[in-house]
C-alpha cells in the first residue's frame, strides 16, 4: 500500500500549553504539516465541515464535550476521517471504547514524544485506508454472492451443459453429474408464459459473437414437471479469437415478483378496508359498460350513495367501529346486484354501484330502493345495532353523459340534490343541478376570500321586553356584500360554509364583532342590552368552542352577562351527553344559553328538562300564523306554557303585525323581535334606537 503523507491536521486541544507542546513536536523533523488549532467542540465540528484534513487529534476533555461524546461528534462531522484521541488517563476501558467508537488510536498525555506521535498519525492514517479498501473488497465480494443466487447453466459449442450451479439444479431437478454432457434443451425446458411455445436453446452458436439474448415472460419446466416463471439471459462465452465456445444461461425464479406484482396491481385497484374495486377501477368498467352499451343498444346507470349519519358513529364509538360498518355496507351492497354489476368504494363513507346493464332508465328507481332498504337494516357491529341511512345520486348513459368522468360527476351533483331533499332518498340528474352546482363552488370560493377581503358585516335586529317596551336585546345577523353578486342572503352561503368547514372561523369572527360591538355600546353610556349570536352545529361540537367563546370575551372586555349564545334543537340533541356540561359551563360564567327556532325540531318536555338553558326563541313560521291558523295558534300557546312551567323566557321570532303583538302580550310572551320592532340594520340604526329609549 502507498503511504499517504500526512499534509493537514486538525487539533483540538482547549489546554494552550498541551496545544504548544504539540505543535513542538509536529514541527520536529523536514516535514511539514499544516496544523490548524481549535479550542473547543463546536469549532472543531465547523472545521470538520468546512475545510479538509489527513487527520484529526481530539482531546477528550473539551469545555463543550467530553468523552465519548467528542469522539462521536467528530465522526458526525467527518464521518471518513482518520481520528486519534488524547486523554490525561491512562484508562484501558475507556481506551477500548474510544476505538470502538471509530477512533483509530488513543494517546496519553505526558507518555508521547515527537517522533512517536508522528509515527502514531501515520499509522492511523493507514489503518484507516486498510479499512476503507477492506470495506470496498467486501462490498465487491457481497454482490457477487448475490449473484450466485441465480441459476448458472454453462454449454460447449455443442449446447451441451457442462456446468450448473446449486440453484441451477434445484430450478431444473437435474444434478450437475446427470445433467453434465445432455443437450441444454433437454435439462433447461423454457416455454413461453403466454404462448406456451418451447424455446430452442439446442444450438447457443446461433446467438452470435456479438450480444445478449433475452427472453422475458418465460418458465423453465421441471424435471417434475412444475412450471417456475423465470427472468433469463444467454450469453456466448468467446475465445481469444472471439470464436464463440460455449453459452452461459442465467436464470431467476420471478415467482415472488410476479405475485407480488399482482398482488400490487390488485391493491392499486381495490380498496384495502372493504375490498371493493376502488375509483380508478371502476372509471375503467365504467368506459367498458359504455362501449359494450353503444354496442347491444341498452342504457348504463351509476348511482352515487352518501351514507348518512356515518359521521356520528365514527366519532362517537370511534374508527374501528367505523370500519366494520363500511365493511358491513359493502357486503349489503354487493349482495343487491347482479354479478356483472361493480359496487365501489370512492373513499370515506361514499360508495358508487355501476349497473353494467338497464333497460329503462326507470328501472335504475327500482334497484335505488332496494340499495337503500338494505343500508338501513341495522348492521350488528360490536353487539350493537347501528342505523344509518343513505343518499343516492343517479346518472345514466347516454341520457347524462357518455363517459365515465362526466356520469360520476353527474351522479355526485344528484347525490347532495338528494340530501337537501331530507336524506333517505334518490334523486335522478338533471340538467339544471349542474347549474346549481357551479353555483355552489363559486360560493364556497369566494368565501374562503370574503373574511381576508373585509366582505362580512353584522346587522343587529333589537328585542323587545313585551311588558315594558324597552329594547333589552339584539340578535347579531350576519351579512355578505360580495364585491361582483351584491348582497348574498345568508340561506345560500351559511349551509355552504358549514359543508366546507368555513364557519368556524366565520362563526369566530361574527362572536368577535359582535361582543366588541356591544361592549362599545355600553362604554359610551348605552343602556345595557344582551347580544344573541348563532352558534351553528359545526362549532359546538368543535373540541375548542368553549375556550374561542372564553377568549373572546376576555380580548373584548364584555361582561359574559352581555351575551346570549343561540342553539337549534337538533344541535343540542346530536350530542345530548356532552351537551348538558358545555351548557352548564356556559352558564356558570354568565353567559346565557336560547333554543333556536323552537318547534321546528324534537320540542319535548322530556329533553327540555335534561339542558341548561335560559330561554326558548318560538319559530317565526309560527307567529306569522297565529292569527290565521288555528294549529299554529295552539302551538305558539302550547310553547309559552311550557316555558312558564320550565322558568324559561319566551322570545317570539317574526313578530310583523300589532296583532301579532296584542296575542302574545295576551298570553304572557316575555319577549319579542320582528320587522314590526326593527328590521336587522347597521349597528348605527340600533345605537340610534338605544338612544331614544335612553332619553
Not at 230 to 241: A, G, K, V, Y
Not at 334 to 358: A, H, I, K, N, Y
Not at 414 to 427: F, L, N
Not at 664 to 672: G, K, T, V
Request: proline letters at 4%.
Amino acid at each position: 500500500m502507498n503511504k499517504k503523507p500526512i499534509k493537514a491536521l486538525l487539533v483540538v486541544e482547549d489546554n494552550a500549553g498541551d496545544a504548544r507542546l504539540l505543535l513542538e513536536m509536529l514541527n520536529e523533523g523536514p516535514h511539514t504539516i499544516d496544523v490548524t488549532v481549535v479550542s473547543s467542540l463546536r469549532d472543531a465540528e465547523l472545521h470538520l465541515v468546512l475545510h479538509t484534513y489527513d487527520i484529526a487529534l481530539l482531546d477528550l476533555g473539551l469545555p463543550d464535550g467530553n468523552g465519548m461524546e467528542v469522539v462521536r461528534r467528530a465522526r458526525s462531522a467527518a464521518p471518513s476521517l482518520p481520528l486519534v484521541v488524547l486523554t490525561g488517563l491512562d484508562d484501558e476501558a475507556m481506551a477500548a471504547q474510544t476505538l470502538k467508537e471509530g477512533a483509530q488510536d488513543y494517546l496519553i498525555k505526558g507518555e508521547i514524544e515527537g517522533r512517536g506521535l508522528l509515527r502514531a498519525l501515520r499509522y492511523a492514517v493507514e489503518r484507516k485506508a486498510m479499512e476503507e479498501s477492506l470495506f470496498t473488497e467486501k462490498e465487491r465480494a457481497q454482490v457477487t454472492l448475490n449473484c450466485i443466487a441465480d441459476g448458472v447453466v454453462c454449454t460447449d459449442s455443442s449446447g451441451n451443459i457442462t456446468f450448473l450451479n446449486v440453484v441451477a439444479e434445484r430450478m431444473t431437478g437435474w444434478s450437475l453429474e446427470e445433467a453434465s454432457g445432455r443437450p441444454m434443451s433437454e435439462v433447461y425446458r423454457i416455454f413461453d408464459a403466454t404462448t406456451g411455445i418451447a424455446t430452442n436453446l439446442a444450438n447457443p452458436l446461433a446467438f452470435g459473437n456479438d450480444g445478449i439474448y433475452d427472453k422475458p415472460n418465460s418458465a423453465l419446466q421441471r424435471r417434475d414437471g412444475i412450471m417456475t416463471p423465470i427472468e433469463n439471459s444467454i450469453s456466448p462465452i468467446l475465445d481469444r479469437l472471439g470464436c464463440t465456445t460455449g453459452a452461459v444461461m442465467v436464470s431467476r425464479d420471478v415467482s415472488a415478483a410476479r405475485r407480488m406484482a399482482i398482488e400490487m396491481i390488485h391493491s392499486a385497484e381495490h380498496d384495502f378496508l372493504t375490498g371493493l374495486p376502488n375509483r380508478m377501477l371502476l372509471h375503467d368498467r365504467v368506459s367498458q359498460a359504455i362501449a359494450l352499451a353503444i354496442r347491444q343498444q341498452h342504457k348504463v346507470a351509476l348511482l352515487f350513495i352518501d351514507v348518512d349519519g356515518f359521521k356520528h358513529i365514527n366519532d362517537s364509538l370511534g374508527h374501528p367501529a367505523g370500519d366494520k360498518l363500511l365493511q358491513s355496507l359493502a357486503h349489503r351492497l354487493v349482495g343487491c346486484v347482479r354479478s356483472s354489476d361493480t359496487v365501489s368504494r370512492q373513499g370515506g363513507d361514499e360508495f358508487v354501484v355501476l349497473l353494467s346493464s338497464v333497460r329503462l332508465a326507470e328501472d335504475t328507481a327500482v334497484a335505488a330502493k332496494k340499495l337503500l332498504a338494505a343500508i338501513a337494516d341495522p348492521h350488528l357491529v360490536d353487539r350493537r345495532d347501528l342505523h344509518v341511512t343513505a343518499s343516492i345520486g343517479v346518472s345514466v348513459y347516454p341520457d347524462d353523459g357518455t363517459d365515465a368522468e362526466t356520469l360520476i360527476k353527474n351522479a355526485d351533483t344528484a347525490m347532495y340534490q338528494a340530501k337537501a331533499h331530507g336524506r333517505q332518498g334518490y334523486q335522478f340528474f338533471k340538467a339544471v343541478m349542474n347549474v346549481k352546482a357551479v353555483e355552489r363552488q363559486s360560493t364556497e370560493e369566494s368565501l374562503r376570500s370574503a373574511l381576508k377581503r373585509q366582505e362580512f358585516h353584522v346587522h343587529y335586529q333589537p328585542r323587545v321586553d313585551l311588558r315594558t317596551g324597552q329594547i333589552i336585546g339584539a340578535e347579531a345577523l350576519l351579512r355578505w356584500s360580495h364585491p361582483e353578486r351584491g348582497n348574498i342572503p345568508p340561506d345560500q352561503f351559511i349551509p355552504i360554509a358549514e359543508d366546507c368547514g368555513l364557519i368556524l372561523p366565520i362563526g369566530e369572527w361574527i362572536l368577535r364583532e359582535a361582543c366588541a360591538q356591544t361592549q362599545k355600546w355600553l362604554q359610551e353610556g348605552l343602556p345595557p342590552i344582551t347580544i344573541a349570536v348563532n352558534i351553528s352545529g359545526v362549532q359546538f361540537g368543535n373540541e375548542d368552542f368553549l375556550a374561542d367563546v372564553f377568549a373572546i370575551l376576555e380580548e373584548t372586555g364584555l361582561d359574559p352577562r352581555h351575551l346570549e349564545l343561540e342553539l337549534t334543537e337538533s344541535v343540542l340533541m346530536k350530542h345530548a351527553e356532552s351537551t348538558e356540561v358545555i351548557l352548564k359551563t356556559l352558564r356558570s360564567k354568565g353567559i346565557q344559553v336560547s333554543v333556536d327556532d323552537f318547534g321546528t325540531g324534537y320540542s319535548s318536555l322530556s329533553y327540555l328538562s335534561k339542558f341548561s338553558l335560559d330561554a326558548l326563541k318560538i319559530d317565526q313560521s309560527f307567529v306569522r300564523r297565529i292569527i290565521s291558523s288555528p294549529e299554529d295558534t295552539a302551538i305558539v300557546t302550547a310553547i309559552i306554557s311550557m316555558g312558564r312551567s320550565l322558568s324559561l323566557q319566551v322570545v317570539a321570532e317574526g313578530v310583523e303585525t300589532l296583532e301579532e303583538l296584542a296575542f302574545l302580550q295576551a298570553h304572557q310572551c316575555d319577549e319579542a323581535q320582528g320587522y314590526f320592532f326593527g328590521r336587522p340594520s347597521p349597528p348605527k340604526n340600533l345605537q340610534i334606537c338605544l338612544q331614544f329609549h335612553a332619553e
